[in-house]
């Protein structure tokens, strides 16, 4: 905790000269697994590393300030904020990303965990109905059935060590390593009964019995074991976690953030609700309600509209001065490269409000070359041998405004 992100940069004059500071460079480390324990208790599809919210917190905001990340995904934003003495607030339009935010925001003993399975009769008969269609691929009946046992445990009551214990069972649900429930499957996305049963017939593998309650310790003994200052826990009840909508977030009053870091979906490119339906299942969330809201543009037209909307919004809730950093990345649409840093930059010049306005600061592009681990999954992101973040940096001005040159 609380390592510095060295700062290596140099301005790319390569680049024809869009009007603000392009800067590139190795921002932060690209060693895997350098911050908190807690970060890395649960993956999810889209997340940041948490060296990217640590080097924006650094360098745009002080001790006691609070901020926004109004995409929340698994909380990365919100729990270094609080790492780092900031008051972290934090949205997304998808329960699932609240509920892993706010159980990271609010972690409890390894002790209580322990205590509280205990109390868990793992072992009473269910209703196995649906178990053969959807679940046997994944799970031998005994872990399923200790499985629907936790679930409707964790269901009758929603304290910080219930919501704990739930998002240590998520990051357990599926993956490659006998630390998982299931049989190998995929860690970051729950794939569909018939995409595990070919798994299974290619693999010769039939799911045998893992027992639920010593994988969720192990992986509490890992998430916890960097420990929390006082301070952490004095942060927390000024915190504010919500399902909403990054275009309308009607709870936060305006002018009253000090920075948001965010990463908004791009374009199609994750399908957040199909990806997810083992985790959707376990949480007892159901993912039809959130088609409409779930942000998925096939078009570039349609983001555009989308990130006018999110800009807009942030504009709003940003007090004069302060900072937004928008990461996103190069996509690939139908044969062609679209760096969305440009797209952000534009839409974010072309609004205003009453009396506010955005300019772009500088837009930083963390490029680092692939770790092996990045390698042995095939990331491509279209440029060769390395992975880029792009992040934007849109300051709050007063109409007219002045950029900080
Ligand atoms: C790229 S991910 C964010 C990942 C996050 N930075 C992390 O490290 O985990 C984008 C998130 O946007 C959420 N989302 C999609 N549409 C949204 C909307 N209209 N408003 C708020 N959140 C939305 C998705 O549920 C997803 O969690």
């Known amino acids: 905790m609380g390592r510095t992100p060295k700062l290596k940069v140099v301005e790319d004059k390569n680049l024809d000269n869009p009007g603000y500071p392009r800067i590139v460079g190795e921002l932060w480390t690209a060693k895997q697994r350098q911050l908190h324990s807690l970060h890395y208790a649960i993956s999810y599809r889209g997340s940041f590393k948490p060296e990217l919210p640590d080097f924006c917190i650094r360098r745009y905001s002080r001790k006691g300030d609070v901020v926004l990340d109004p995409f929340s995904g698994r909380g990365t934003t919100a729990l270094q904020a609080n790492l780092l003495g900031r008051v972290a607030?934090?949205?997304?339009?998808?329960?699932?990303?609240?509920?892993?935010?706010?159980?990271?925001?609010?972690?409890?003993?390894?002790?209580?965990?322990?205590?509280?399975l205990n109390e868990i009769d793992?072992?009473?008969?269910?209703?196995?109905?649906?178990?053969?269609?959807?679940?046997?691929?994944?799970?031998?009946?005994?872990?399923?059935?200790?499985?629907?046992?936790l679930k409707k445990f964790l269901?009758?009551?929603?304290?910080?060590?219930?919501?704990?214990?739930?998002?240590?069972?998520?990051?357990?649900?599926?993956?490659?390593?006998?630390?998982?429930?299931?049989?190998y499957s995929f860690p970051q996305i729950s794939i569909p009964p018939e995409s595990q049963r070919l798994i299974n017939l290619k693999r010769s593998q039939v799911p045998e019995y893992r027992s639920v309650a010593p994988r969720i310790i192990k992986?509490?003994?890992?998430?916890?074991?960097?420990?929390?200052?006082?301070?952490f826990f004095d942060i927390a009840s000024a915190n504010r976690t919500e399902v909403s909508d990054a275009r309308k977030m009607d709870w936060i009053p305006s002018d009253s953030i000090d920075l948001i870091v965010t990463s908004p979906p791009f374009l199609d490119k994750v399908d957040y609700l199909a990806d997810n339906w083992l985790e959707f299942w376990f949480s007892g969330i159901s993912p039809k309600k959130l088609k409409k809201t779930c942000v998925m543009t096939p078009t570039l037209e349609d983001w555009q509209t989308f990130i006018s909307g999110v800009l807009k919004e942030s504009l709003r809730v940003l007090k004069k001065h302060s900072y937004a950093v928008i990461e996103v990345g190069e996509v690939e649409k139908n044969g062609k490269i679209i760096l969305l840093d440009e797209e952000v930059a534009q839409a974010a010049r072309d609004i205003s409000l009453p009396g506010k306005r955005f300019v772009v600061e500088e837009v930083l592009i963390n490029q680092q070359k692939f770790t092996k681990l990045a390698n042995c999954f095939k990331v491509d992101n279209n440029s060769k041998g390395t992975n880029t973040n792009r992040l934007v940096v849109l300051k709050c001005v007063g109409k007219p405004g002045r950029k900080k040159s």
Do not use: C
């Open 122 to 149: 793992f072992r009473r008969p269910i209703d196995l109905e649906g178990y053969q269609e959807l679940f046997s691929p994944f799970y031998h009946p005994d872990t399923f059935r200790e499985l629907v046992n």
């Open 219 to 231: 992986k509490a003994a890992q998430s916890l074991r960097d420990g929390f200052t006082s301070n």
């Open 155 to 183: 269901e009758r009551e929603n304290d910080a060590v219930n919501n704990f214990i739930k998002l240590l069972a998520l990051s357990r649900l599926h993956g490659h390593s006998p630390g998982f429930f299931s049989v």
């Open 89 to 116: 607030w934090a949205a997304d339009v998808n329960p699932l990303s609240v509920l892993i935010t706010q159980a990271k925001l609010n972690p409890v003993g390894l002790d209580e965990v322990v205590l509280r």
